[in-house]
């Protein structure tokens, strides 16, 4: 197993109060690592600083055989990871221009980016949506819309915050599908959750964030089942 | 009272007879104006984002000058771009008393900390989800700035609109710097007051309609853009 980054001493204080004190963090390549944490455990944090949003105050990090401090991995970070806020932005525009910001960026040309946006929602069943404005949506629209928006970029690692967090069973189930499949595309996955239950099978890592500091998950491979048969683990 | 009414009516034939004049004078107004917001607003947009998003040393003062320095009447800055650019005065050498230039500068340094100190409030209310947003799709920090400025376009036109109420009727400064001179620097405003203190109602009455019209326009346009804005929340 190789690992897509590491992240060596991360510290971040934010109104004098330390909010993440990380020794080691490391996230395998092609595969889903979900971190479980109470609220206000630094899961956000933490996210926002592995995808370059967040500068910390200290922090190293290995990524491609190089080992950067976070300030000159900044861009970088920026560049191949794609984070999803917990209530993800869409912009003021249809559905389809959102999808097609990043392709944009990337300096692509209207008429090669409206049809790969075509092929992406049809990917993920929301081609009805495509004309719609973004902010007419409802909350499990989004979440969808902004998971295609992410993944027409072909991210090298997507961090997902509380994907799931809000939705109701079918959009959990609808959510939890294109997470499958897009594991199964072989990008790398970073989730964090308060919950378990419904993201658990896509997992195959799991850690585990309390005030801060990472501890190791009771187990390295949790299923569903474990969860079930034994409830008191499910409060995490 | 028949004189005032005497007067109204001689304001419209003015103002539907096309007197040059008067044009020229509505014209001139419009001009420096648009000109002082079309400079001061890229610079205010970007020292308001910086102050809304960024932190660094001395930014709660520098938003405290900006709110101060709001409040600073017409008349004094006008007195202080004279002192200025009065012969004698350290710019003097510009030769820029009592032009065009000089209005636009007074009226740029009139706006600048409206438009900040709003475009502020409007960019601190600004969904900070939106500039990571665009950074995580791989937005350069600039097109990250453009895009942001799009989500919060109704407040930002608001702040515009605000800065060009203020120095389209601003009367101090233009008359300071700009010196009232026809066919060269007078505008709505100075012409209102020298025509009314000469008894010269009816071009008066006829300017203060345009300005009248002017500034209801805009308000109740901003009303319905920002209404827009809010339903789309
Ligand atoms: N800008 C900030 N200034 C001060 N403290 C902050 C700031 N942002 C976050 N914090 C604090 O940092 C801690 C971690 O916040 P974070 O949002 O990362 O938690 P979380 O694990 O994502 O919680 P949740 O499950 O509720 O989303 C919290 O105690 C929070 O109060
Ligand atoms: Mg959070």
Known sequence: MTDL?????????????????????????????????????????????????????RATIEYQGLTLPWKKAKPILQKDFIYLHQNPYLFDDTVLNNIAYGLYRAGESKAVAHQKVMQALDWANLSHLAHRSAKQLSGGEKQRVALTRARILSPRLLLLDEPTASMDTDAKQQTSELLQRLKSEGVSILICSH???????????????????????SSSKRTSNVTVLNPSKKSI | MNDLSQASLNAFQLLISGNTDIWEIISLSFSVSFSAILIATPFALIIAFCLAFFQFKLRRACIALFNTFMSVPAVIIGLTLYLLLSRSGPLGDLRLLFTHKAMIIGQILL???????????TFQAADRRAWETAITLGAKPWRAFFTLVYEVRFGLIAAIVAGFGRVIAEIGCSMMVGGNILHSTRNIPTAIALETSKGEFAQGIALGIVLL????????GVSVFQGKGELQQ
């Open chain 1, 5 to 57: 980054i590491d992240l060596n001493n991360i510290h971040l204080t934010l109104a004098d109060k330390a909010v993440l004190n990380i020794k080691s963090i490391s996230i395998p390549a092609h595969q889903c690592t979900l971190i479980t944490g109470r609220n206000g455990s630094g899961k956000t944090t933490l996210f926002k600083v592995i995808s370059g949003l967040l500068k910390p105050n």
């Open chain 1, 195 to 217: 919950e378990t239950h419904t993201i658990d099978h896509i997992a195959d890592h799991f850690l585990h964030l309390e005030n801060g500091e990472l501890t190791p998950a």
């Open chain 2, 111 to 121: 706006c600048f900390p409206l438009l900040v100190a709003m475009a502020h409030a």
């Open chain 2, 213 to 220: 019209v002017l500034s209801l326009s805009l308000n109740a």
